[in-house]
């Protein structure tokens, strides 16, 4: 049976890809920052004779890392690892706190970094292994009022095609699943880090990127979705790399790459709201 590693496992994507992937043949180590929070993905796993595997993981601390992985190994090679483990935050730029926006990156971008190079000397050895990593419709759009977290899930974009064509020789592969907006708890873990004052001069910035996440809310992506995604993208024949998830990624995946810079940094002057969601409709086929 194959090995898969995958992160921030307590609720969400993480917790139905772990599941997903252990009724697909694969033995799965969920990791998880506070396993107080496992009894839910063991009560799941068990109904179903599931191999899932509890394993403490913090992928900010490096010696929580060490310790997980000296487990997982001792038990087999990884095949497949899966980053997820992320946090979010929304506020413009003057407003955050470096400290939080070093906590960001700590998570989502270092933090991935740090799994990878747990898991990929032994893949590069045995000239096979997948890495997953769970990037975002922020990576493929600079979004304005979430300027760490997107800046962070471009860093995972950069650095997961960079791997990818590093290590392509070798045998191992790697791909980017970009959802838009999920059905999960990311916006209720993430609310000390989500700003909205009405009196601050940034305000149109603030409620128009609440009404992109509004009209994400309309018709979310599932978490579900996303675990199917992943599966997919590993068994299908053809290599694909990047990987959208839900109406609104298809809409800003194919629709950003098509308008220059500029057309994009224009939205942030002062429209009214009829001009801005008309050319938002245009560029990115999304009624806010």
């Not at 898991?119 to 292994?129: H, W, Y």
């Not at 045998?171 to 009405?198: H, M, Q």
């Not at 940034?202 to 509004?214: E, F, S, V």
């Not at 194919?254 to 002062?270: C, V």
């Amino acid at each position: 049976m194959k090995i898969a590693v995958v992160t921030g496992t307590s609720t969400g994507i993480g917790f139905e890809t772990s599941l997903h992937l252990a009724r697909n043949g694969y033995h799965v180590f969920a990791g998880m920052r506070n396993t107080q929070k496992a009894q839910a993905l063991i009560d799941a796993a068990n109904s179903e004779s599931l191999p899932v595997e509890i394993v403490e993981m913090d992928v900010t601390n490096s010696d929580s890392l060490k310790a997980a992985f000296e487990t997982i190994h001792s038990k087999g090679a990884v095949s497949l690892l899966v980053n997820n483990a992320g946090i979010g935050g929304a506020s413009p730029l003057e407003l955050t706190p470096e400290e939080e926006h070093r906590q960001i990156f700590e998570t989502n971008y270092f933090g991935t970094i740090a799994c990878i190079q747990a898991v990929l000397p032994s893949m590069r050895e045995s000239g096979k292994g997948d890495i997953v990593n769970i990037s975002s419709i922020v990576g493929i759009m600079a979004t304005p009022n979430q300027l760490a977290y997107s800046a962070s899930k471009w860093a995972v974009e950069c650095a997961t095609e960079t791997l990818a064509h590093e290590v392509y020789r070798f045998g191992v592969r790697l791909f980017c699943v970009e959802p838009g907006v999920v059905a999960t708890n990311i916006f209720d873990n993430s609310a000390d880090k989500t700003r909205y004052d009405k009196t601050s001069p940034y305000q149109p910035i603030m409620r128009r990127n609440g009404k992109l996440y509004a009209a994400g809310f309309k018709a979310p992506a599932l978490p579900q979705q996303v675990a199917d995604t992943i599966l997919t993208a590993i068994t299908q024949e053809q290599y694909q790399f990047r990987w959208p998830v839900g109406v609104d990624a298809d809409g800003i995946c194919s629709g950003r790459p098509k308008i220059s810079a500029e057309e994009w940094i224009q939205m942030g002057g002062d429209l009214t709201d009829d001009e801005y969601n008309e050319r938002f409709k245009q560029y990115f086929n999304i009624q806010l």
